[in-house]
């Protein structure tokens, strides 16, 4: 990692956002990158490790998916649909069981759910120290990751 490389906020904070939504999902993370490439401006990626079941593993993936949206949006105060195509092609594919309509609701029901996540307090922090580790490194561990998240939230 070039120490006088410049990465971009808005990737650092959508990264941090997936990774945070899936850390606070039970979700381990592996690794996550700012560090462009041809397909992708970063990168969450995401351990296969045991994890704890989810009710409802659609609905988990669906909102990690999300989080980096919502973090981002949250953080530039407007939601760069365009720049999250892939991951928003990631839900649809997700929800393609249902019919369109409740594709539509659903998606619209768990970014809600997902910015209430964000929302709070400790989760945010975690965002902001994950994306400032970023920024500085352009990549850091899960285990990093998880690090900060679990110092954020236990800050409360």
């Not at 939504?21 to 690794?31: F, K």
């Not at 902001?128 to 236990?154: F, N, P």
Request: net charge negative.
């Amino acid at each position: 990692m070039d120490e006088k490389a410049e990465y971009d906020p808005e990737t650092a904070y959508h990264e941090a956002g997936h990774a945070v939504v899936a850390l606070a999902l039970g979700r381990p993370v592996h690794r996550v990158s700012v560090l462009p490439n041809r397909d992708r401006l970063g990168q969450c990626e995401f351990g296969k490790g045991v994890f704890r079941p989810s009710e409802d593993w659609v609905e988990r993936e669906v909102m990690i998916s999300l989080g980096g949206l919502a973090a981002e949006a949250r953080h530039t105060g407007t939601y760069g649909w365009a720049e999250a195509e892939r991951d928003l092609r990631h839900v649809r594919k997700l929800l393609a069981q249902t019919t369109e309509r409740t594709a539509a609701r659903l998606e619209k029901r768990l970014l809600a759910k997902v910015e209430n996540l964000l929302a709070d307090d400790g989760h945010w922090r975690a965002v902001e120290r994950i994306a400032a580790e970023l920024l500085v490194h352009g990549v850091i561990s899960g285990r990093a990751a998880r690090h900060l998240y679990e110092q954020a939230v236990e800050q409360d």
